[in-house]
């Protein structure tokens, strides 16, 4: 065997040798994605920890470490009532979308197995709503709701003889509002989430129920909600932290109005931030946020199904 080819054999026996060892080591496949993850998630929230213990302010200005930002944020008299808003639009939310979600990928389900026509165009009509961005999605709904005249729901109210409804003017009913437009924006994941794991339910478990003369309440009862528990917790923790960070749509739909009746607690941060330029503060409320979207991930997590170590 000749010189070249001898180093060619050796060179490729190298490289196979290289690539057995990678393969060995799943760490070195994910080294890139974790240096990635650590310059785009990990650094701005080190430096939103550093931040809050400081004076730091858009103003500009020396900076100095202090804890004056969370005796600020403890003694702040307005936190409870924004922390409650909060709960009321994100649990709201959730439960609209998860209700929602979980009644459209039942119907598009039932329609695929009857082979109805338009399921697929139902499901497109769904995901528009998804696609449109936060800010977009708050003017439509404001158009939705206006107490003027073009306002279509009041104007579909004086067709059928009902007076109108201050629906962005009322502090009650506009917290009703921004749920509803919330929960049209984000059904469309919902359904997705759950359409998906519709997909993968045995069928010979409806036919078995079917046998033993199951009535389609008692089927969707003892199996659909019981197979779809762990997609409904994956989707409640997703959602639920998607809709803690929601301030587009309210800004654009309510700004937070009337009074604070819809300020949540993401709007809240937005303001103290870019309206009262208190980067210190904003990042002692970003912290309280991500320490409320951990919270909330880890309950829901717990009532996960756990595998059985011999599975």
Known sequence: MSEAALARRNEGGSRSSI??????????????????????????????????FTNASLRGGEEHYTFNSFVALIANP????ILWTTFIFTAGSVL????????????????????LYGMTALRTIVLIA???????NGLIWQ?????????????????LHIAPVAW????????????ISNVWRGTAFSMIVLYAALKVI???????ASVDGASGWQKFRYITLPQLRPAILVNSILITIATLNTFDAIISLTGGGPGRATEVLSLYTFNTVFRNLDLAGG?????????????????????????????
């Not at 009322?170 to 749920?179: E, L």
């Open 19 to 52: 690539w057995r060892r990678l393969e060995e080591n799943p760490f070195s496949w994910l080294l890139p994605v974790a240096i990635l993850l650590g310059i785009f998630y990990l650094y701005p929230i080190f430096d939103v920890l550093r931040l809050a």
């Open 78 to 81: 307005v936190l409870p009532d």
């Open 96 to 115: 609209g979308q998860q209700l929602f979600g979980l009644g459209i990928a039942v119907l598009v389900m039932r329609g695929e197995r009857r082979r």
């Open 130 to 136: 998804w696609v449109i961005p936060g800010i977009a």
């Open 143 to 159: 158009m939705l709701f206006s107490e003027a005249p073009f306002g279509a729901m009041n104007s579909v109210l004086r067709m």
């Open 168 to 179: 962005l003017s009322d502090p009650g009913i506009a917290m009703i509002s921004a749920i």
């Open 202 to 208: 045995d069928v010979t478990l409806y036919e078995a």
């Open 283 to 311: 990042s002692v409320l970003s912290l309280l946020m991500l320490l409320i979207s951990l919270v909330l991930a880890v309950g829901y997590a717990s009532f996960l199904p756990r595998r059985e170590p011999n599975e």
